[in-house]
């Protein structure tokens, strides 16, 4: 699989195969001894990534990664007490965690990604009281943003009921399964 990723990054280059085509890629990559038509995922996140969406889609990932790290760095700063400093090195950690884990998985079920939503959202606010005053920001840009969450999940919703009508075709007989 990983090798097959890197042959699709070099034979796509700039934009890869498109979002969530790696599977679909793969079949004409791999070794037709060693198939399993249900792959999904190069089964790395950095190789699904660049095979899926190119050299463009590992800078704008290098991009929001730098960005997530400082607004991170500012939201520890504006922290107030080691409980809540605390609680920032903890989801730093964990997504560090998970940026090593990806090195041999992709995930792509909605629970673990809604909680990443949630860690990340949390690093870019930080925690406020209903005392705090209210930040200033662009009521259209957050508009945007939740759209874009939005679309995010209801895709997500659609994979996961994929895969689990592929499961699901396991346990069902021989003649249904293929339906």
């Known amino acids: 699989m990983w090798q097959s990723a890197a042959s699709i990054t070099v034979d796509h280059p700039i934009t890869g195969v498109g979002p969530g085509l790696f599977g679909r890629a793969y079949r004409e990559y791999r070794d037709p001894l060693m198939a399993r038509d249900k792959l999904a995922s190069a089964h790395n996140f950095y190789l699904n990534t660049a095979s899926e969406l190119g050299v463009l889609g590992i800078i704008v990932g290098t991009w929001l990664t730098f960005t997530l790290i400082k607004a991170s ?3 520890w700063q504006s922290a ?3 409980n809540q400093h605390l609680r920032i090195e903890g989801m730093v950690a964990a997504l560090a965690a998970l ?5 041999v998985d992709v995930f792509t079920i909605t629970p673990i990604n809604l909680i990443l939503i949630i860690i990340v959202a949390y690093l870019v606010t930080g925690q406020r009281s209903i005392l705090d005053p209210l930040p200033e920001g662009q009521t259209r840009v957050a508009y945007v943003f939740l759209a874009i969450i939005v679309a995010f999940g209801g895709v997500l919703l659609n994979w996961d009921r994929a895969q689990g009508l592929f499961q699901s075709s396991f346990s069902a007989p021989y003649e249904e399964a293929l339906a």
């Open 80 to 82: 107030k007490g080691r």
């Open 99 to 103: 940026a090593i884990h990806s090195s």
């Open 73 to 75: 760095w500012k939201t």
